[in-house]
């Protein structure tokens, strides 16, 4: 199975008035056909920047200023805005943003604003855009009549299945899900996530979900990958982070911070200190003045090695692992 | 579990509350006398005991912040009663009501919008000694501020005082939020959501914080989130709320490994845990349909159009009342013993 997706030492800066903000700072990983890559991370490590990224629309001032994202075989870094419009944005890759259930027009049915993305990028007459869009309102779980609503009509979970279809109805190889149960109440998130997982299962679709929390990770991503500061801490399967305990300082961390409902415990870990500042990073390893077991060659920034198959790390401490 | 820190003493006593909103009318139903309610909270029975940590759990528009809003006397209930230390406090006029909020004091959950931008970290805890008077000299209230912002540990103090909200991270905001809450000594702390803003890897140390200081000063908290995880680890009790009513009630180990209630199984089935293998598993949730609106009420027992275990009986029958399932432990369900 190939990879649908490869980035190369992404690079992409927030370029202010006091310097550039190194957001995403040469990063590297793949996505498989099929797979979903969970991105977990605190607040500012660089994974909505990720997301925004990959289709080539950083919020100003961002910038790509170097590495390679080849999706589907093509590198679209160097392609002209409007290539990416024709052929990238939606055909290839599409993206749940961050609380687009509240970014539905609120003037016009969300069946007019589905047809107007649709026949935007497909030659299609009124009758087969309305097929698609009631195929993809069944797979998300939405009554067929909710075209001919408004979306103050509907509830915080049906607009996020709206924007989930809207998605995935040109029928992208890759799409990006950031934070899409953030705000969202826990059953409806749960409902949410069983979406998510079905279309996984019936379109094959490829994704990348992004979110904070580790413990929603669990439910939908095959392979997780840490952030923190910028820069890759650990990629590794599922099974392997929740089950044997990370190798990365920050993602055993990271994880003992995530509160189990079935665990008794008296006191909750958490990591003392807050994350760098990435006008002006740390030297060596960004996590080392946060983290306890830091040594000496912290001090070097340390790669990001395969020390098993499948399982990346960027530590000093996990080389012999 | 700590050791029990709770009294029997009650400190804070809510009977059958209830705030209704008006729901604006059009034209014809006004003509025809109709009015229309959101019954936000609707029937709400619960009382806390000096020193312990209650928690008010549900999902958004359960009614719990508005009960935090009528505990903190930011609203007026529309029936019921409210007693305080043992003394009614429904019906407070102005001056009363400063007064407690003297002993009653809010941390609300979002931390960037809480605090005045222009002020300093000193004006802003300095604000509510100059409102309840406390403190003759400057040097006295200067003393007191030093004080609250050492026992949130934002320290050195010294550093902290002259920093607007903006040069402080969320955690920092919400330790000088605790510390303005801290500086009048109150009794009751209402924590609407006080670390659902905040990244998860610095929200059990602020948890962590707050448990110490009610440790320290003898705090009462009113703990108000959506969040069972962390209420499991940080309260005594738990109250779970649905559209308007709280429908169990009991300590955490009860509430989480045996809930009695349909809605609470349901909450339960629905959080997501750390754990391997569920990838891929579609999860069985035991529950039908969406929220209703508040506006607009079931007859019967308020959850029967989503409850998986429903009978006729629960749609014609009277709402079922809190009764006692365990020691310590209540649930409103008619068919508790069956299911």
């Not at chain 1, 934070?179 to 079905?198: C, G, R, S, Y």
């Not at chain 1, 590794?236 to 189990?260: E, I």
């Not at chain 2, 293998?277 to 609106?293: F, N, R, T």
């Amino acid at each position: 199975m190939g990879n649908v997706v490869e980035v190369r030492d992404l690079k992409l800066h927030y370029l202010t008035s006091k310097g550039a903000v190194r957001a995403v700072d040469g990063i590297d990983f793949s996505l498989a056909t099929g797979e979903t890559l969970g991105v977990v991370g605190e607040s500012g490590c660089g994974k909505t920047t990720i997301g925004l990224g990959m289709l080539r629309m950083p919020t100003p001032p961002g910038r790509i200023v170097g590495g390679s994202i080849v999706i589907d075989g093509t590198d679209i870094v160097p392609l002209s805005e409007n290539q990416l419009r024709r052929t990238v944005r939606w055909q290839t890759i599409s993206m749940v943003f961050q609380g687009a259930m509240n970014c539905l027009t609120p003037v016009f049915t969300v069946g007019k604003q589905m047809m107007e993305t649709l026949q935007q990028h497909k030659e299609m007459d009124r009758a087969e855009a309305e097929e698609i869009i009631c195929r993809y309102f069944s797979l998300v779980g939405l009554p067929p009549d909710i075209v001919r609503r408004y979306p103050h009509e509907l509830s915080g979970g049906m607009k996020q299945r709206v924007v989930i279809a809207m998605a995935l109805f040109l029928e992208p190889k890759v799409v990006i899900l950031d934070e899409p149960t953030t705000a969202l109440d826990v059953i409806v998130q749960a409902q949410i996530l069983n979406v998510v997982k079905d279309l996984k299962r019936r379109l094959g679709v490829s994704m990348i979900f992004i979110t904070h929390d580790l413990a929603t990770e669990a439910e939908v991503a095959d392979r997780i990958m840490v952030m923190y500061a910028g820069k890759v801490a650990e990629i590794a399967p599922n099974r392997l982070v929740y089950d044997r305990a990370p190798c990365h300082p920050y993602t055993q961390r990271l994880l003992a911070a995530t509160p189990r409902l079935h665990a008794k415990v008296d006191e909750l870990a958490f990591i003392p200190g807050a994350p760098p500042d990435l006008l002006d990073p740390p030297k060596g390893c960004r996590f080392q003045p946060r983290c306890s077991v830091a040594m000496d060659a912290c001090a070097q920034e340390p790669p990001l090695i395969e020390i098993e198959p499948g399982h990346l790390v960027a530590c000093w401490r996990c080389r012999n692992a | 579990m700590p050791e029990p820190s709770a009294t029997n003493e009650v400190i804070l006593q809510a009977k059958d509350l209830k705030k209704w909103f008006p729901v604006r009318r059009r034209l014809r139903q006004a003509i025809k006398g109709e009015r229309r309610w959101v019954r936000a909270v609707d029937g709400v029975s619960f009382s806390v005991r000096r020193g312990e940590i209650f928690g008010l759990i549900g999902e958004s528009g359960c009614g719990k912040t508005t009960t935090g809003k009528l505990v903190m006397k930011l609203l007026d209930p529309t029936s019921g009663r409210l007693d305080f230390e043992g003394a009614d406090a429904t019906g407070l006029d102005k001056e009363a009501v400063i007064a407690y909020r003297r002993k009653v004091q809010m941390i609300f959950q979002d931390p960037y919008a809480s605090m005045n931008p222009r002020f300093k970290i000193r004006d802003v805890l300095e604000e509510p000694l100059l409102i309840h008077g406390i403190g003759k000299s400057r040097q006295e209230r200067e003393d007191l501020v030093t004080q609250a912002l050492a026992a949130v540990k934002l320290t050195p103090v010294s550093d902290f005082m002259g920093r607007f909200p903006h040069m402080l991270s969320g955690g920092q905001r919400q330790r000088a939020a605790t510390a303005r809450t801290l500086i009048l000594s109150p009794d009751l702390l209402v924590a609407d959501e006080p670390v659902s803003m905040i990244d998860l890897s610095t929200r059990a140390e602020i948890l962590a914080m707050m448990k110490e200081l009610q440790r320290q000063f003898g705090l009462t908290y009113l703990y108000i989130t959506h969040d069972l995880s962390t209420a499991r680890y940080f309260t005594d009790r738990i109250a779970v709320m649905y559209l308007g009513r709280i429908v169990e009630l009991g300590s955490p180990d009860d509430v989480v490994d045996h809930p009695v209630h349909p809605y609470t199984r349901a909450l339960i089935a629905a959080v997501c845990e750390p754990v391997s293998g569920q990838v891929d598993v579609i999860k069985q949730l035991p529950i039908k349909g969406e929220i209703p609106s508040a506006a607009d009420i079931p007859p019967g027992c308020r959850f029967h159009p989503r409850c998986v275990f429903a009978t006729k009986e629960c749609s014609e029958l009277p709402e079922p009342e809190l009764e006692t399932v365990g020691e310590g432990h209540q649930a409103a369900c008619r068919r508790w013993k069956e299911i």
